[in-house]
């Protein structure tokens, strides 16, 4: 995509190059404003697209001046808006206040990752991804996950348990496209389909078979064609 277009990406709160600092979905939406205001020029206007929490901090930020004046259309990925851990089908139980609780212990975990290992990959695919991702992709997965550090992933864990931005979705008043993959453990399809039905100017739900969590990782190509088409549109 950056061969032909401009493409600015920025590491959330904790993860990558960013320090862990105060979280929240205000903090989220903060940033996301912060960046527009700081690679456009005034009244320029961008395609925004959110992978997973990048998808709830455009929710976060959807009633927010800077977003409201630089963003051309948007592109929500394997995310949802609320209710995450009720619906998580990471742990193979039926639906119920054991399977939240369990699913909320899990995610939140205090414990380290360690290295990465034959079973840690192997854990790492059920939860996030597809049956049939290839290995160099579930290495990559793996890799991005374990450097995250355990303060970061326990802090973001107990945001994201108590996350309700529905309001967000509602305000989130630009020509939107869903992806979501048919496997999704984490942000299983009811979320997509719930966004498709609550988002002002959706214009396609793009359901991508056997694919997991990690659609940008797993289906890369589909997801940068989508981003093309609204680029080229709007």
């Known amino acids: ?84 851990v009720d619906e998580s089908l990471v742990l193979p139980m039926r639906a119920g206040r054991a399977r939240t609780r369990l699913t909320h212990l899990v995610l939140g975990a205090r414990a380290p990752l360690g290295p990465v290992t034959p079973l840690s990959r192997r854990i790492l695919r059920y939860g996030t991804m597809g049956p049939g991702s290839a290995p160099e992709r579930v290495d990559q997965c793996s890799r991005i996950v374990h450097a995250c550090p355990r303060a970061a992933r326990v802090a973001w864990s107990r945001v994201l348990g108590e996350l309700d931005l529905d309001e967000g979705v509602r305000a989130l008043d630009v020509p939107t496209v869903v992806v979501a993959g048919t496997a999704d453990r984490l942000t299983p399809l009811v979320h997509a389909k719930r966004l498709a039905l609550d988002l002002p100017q959706c214009l396609e739900l793009v359901e991508l078979a056997g694919m997991g969590h990690m659609t940008p990782v797993e289906a890369p190509e589909a997801v940068t064609a989508k981003l093309r088409e609204l680029a080229a549109a709007y």
């Open 1 to 84: 995509l950056a061969r032909d277009h401009r493409v600015i990406a920025y590491d959330q709160r904790g993860h990558g190059r960013t320090p862990l600092a105060d979280v929240g979905t205000e903090r989220l939406a903060d940033d996301l404003e912060a960046v527009l205001t700081a690679v456009l020029a005034p009244g320029e206007k961008a395609v925004v697209a959110g992978h997973s929490m990048g998808g709830m901090t455009m929710m976060a930020a959807a009633s927010r001046p800077a977003f409201r004046e630089h963003t051309a259309a948007a592109l929500l990925c394997s995310t949802g808006s609320a209710r995450l």
